[in-house]
């Protein structure tokens, strides 16, 4: 887990712990009592790529640091029915009070890794690799994304701070390619920021040669080619930038892509169109 997720991942722990508890678990405080402890067990019902675990860990530590965790699957191994990742053991008021919360979190997680390891399955044996996008659930975006890559996925940038990314409507507002990647790199001129890569997406073969004859794009998006187009935008390119092929693509014709010989495919539905995959916490007497 990288160092500057974790501000991210400590707020949006926060709020799901003030959505869910608010001013009190009614249901255990009036059943239980306070000092009552227990053991519960996280079990998988469903064949998938298990994700979250860590953060399982963190939830568990914010709500009761003498929580004792004891795990016995990684994030990113593939699991199947029955198969237990962990174990936790501490204040039944707590373990019932994380019970959903690690739940939503670890579901939707495990279920955004197994439809990426579809997807890298599907290009093995190729260059091409897999990215998400910036098609994430609101809040969610970092776990969603580490999610892809415990699923065997790349990411594309975070967010809107750390790539430069000149769709169609920013070229569009600023006047065409050529006007839009010009004060992109002026940009990065002025505010000496040379980590700052610029990408431009296109639409036809003059807009191809527009950006190499303009210069300083690191990468090339091609925005709902064809596979035939996108074999003979590749020969234009040349390998003189990286490129990526977006729009349009499914698993099924997700290999065709690549064969064309682009460097990466970016596929929103890892993260907007995935099922949870299925899991419970459960007590043991």
Known sequence: MKAEYLPFINDLIELAIKEDIGDGDHSSLSTIPAD???KMK??????????????????????????????????GSKVKYGDIAFYVSGKIHTLLQSERIILNIMQRMSGVATATSVYVKELEGLKTKVLDTRKTTPGMRVLEKMAVKLGGGD???????????????????????????????????????????????VRSFDDIREVLKVGGASRIMLDNFTPEMTREAVGIIGGAVEIESS??????????????????ISVGALTHHIKSLDMSLKAID
């Open 155 to 201: 990411n594309h940038r975070m967010g809107l701070f750390d790539m430069m990314i000149l769709k169609d409507n920013h070229i569009d507002f600023a006047g065409g390619i050529t006007a839009a990647l010009t004060k992109a790199k002026q940009y990065i001129k002025d505010k000496n920021r040379p980590d700052i890569r610029i990408e431009v997406e």
């Open 42 to 75: 996280l079990l998988c019902k469903e064949e998938g790529i298990i994700a979250g675990i860590e953060i399982a860990k963190i939830v568990f530590k914010r709500l009761d640091k003498d929580v004792v965790f004891e795990q016995l699957i990684e994030d």
């Open 247 to 264: 729009g349009g693509i499914t698993l099924k014709n997700l290999r065709e892509y690549a064969a064309c010989g682009v460097d990466f």
């Open 36 to 38: 009552a402890m227990g």
